[in-house]
C-alpha cells in the first residue's frame, strides 16, 4: 500500500479511463472504506448506487450541464456510482435540526466522497466528483425515493490520462493563528 500522503498528492479528477474492468472484490474493498467514514453521530446518511446499465447511463449522460468536461465518463467509465443522502437524519436531533446551517448530509457525503475516492486512489484507480448536471432528473431516472437526494456522480476505472496537479496554495495561505 502507498503511504496516505502520496495518495492525497496523486489523486486527481480522471475524467478517461482505460477500458479494462474493475474487479468486483476491489471495488467492494473500497466501499467499505465508506463504511468507515465518518459521519454526525454516526447516522452515515450515505445510499450509494452501483449503474451498470448502459441504457440508465446514457440517460444520466443526457443530464449533464453544457460543457461538463466529465460527460463522456459517464457511460465510458467501468464503473459508476450515484451517491444519495437521507434528508432529515444527519445534523438532527429527535427530529429537530440542531446546526446552524440546517441538514448536515452535504457534509457527510463529502467525508463519502472523499473517502471513497482517496480509497480508489490507493488501489491506482481515477475518479471524479460529479456535481454539475439536473439533479431533478438524474434523481427520477435512478428512482431515488423521496426523503433522499442524489448528490453526485462518481465514475471510476483505471486512468487512461492522469492530469497533472493543479497550483495549490501554501500552507501560510490559509492558516490563521488565534483569531482570522
Excluded at 118 to 135: P, R, Y
Amino acid at each position: 500500500m502507498a503511504d496516505f500522503m502520496d495518495i492525497v498528492k496523486r489523486r486527481r479528477s480522471v475524467r478517461n479511463f482505460q477500458d479494462r474492468e474493475v474487479a468486483e472484490d476491489i471495488l467492494n474493498q473500497i466501499l467499505e472504506t465508506v463504511r468507515w467514514t465518518p459521519s454526525w453521530a454516526n447516522t452515515q446518511c450515505w445510499e450509494i448506487i452501483w449503474i451498470k446499465d448502459r441504457s440508465i447511463r446514457e440517460k444520466l449522460q443526457a443530464t449533464m450541464s453544457k460543457g461538463n468536461p466529465a460527460t463522456k465518463s459517464i457511460v465510458n467509465a467501468p464503473v459508476l456510482l450515484a451517491l444519495c443522502a437521507k434528508l432529515q437524519s444527519s445534523g438532527y436531533y429527535k427530529g429537530e435540526v440542531t446546526t446552524k446551517f440546517g441538514d448536515w448530509f452535504m457534509y457527510d457525503l463529502g467525508l463519502a466522497n472523499q473517502t471513497l475516492c482517496l480509497a480508489a486512489e490507493n488501489f491506482g484507480l481515477g475518479t471524479v466528483v460529479v456535481g454539475l448536471f439536473d439533479h431533478d432528473r438524474a434523481k427520477e431516472i435512478l428512482k431515488v425515493p423521496d426523503g433522499y437526494e442524489l448528490v453526485t456522480l462518481i465514475p471510476m476505472g483505471y486512468p487512461a490520462k492522469t492530469p497533472s496537479a493543479p497550483k495549490r496554495r501554501e500552507v501560510n495561505e490559509f492558516l490563521h493563528h488565534d483569531t482570522f
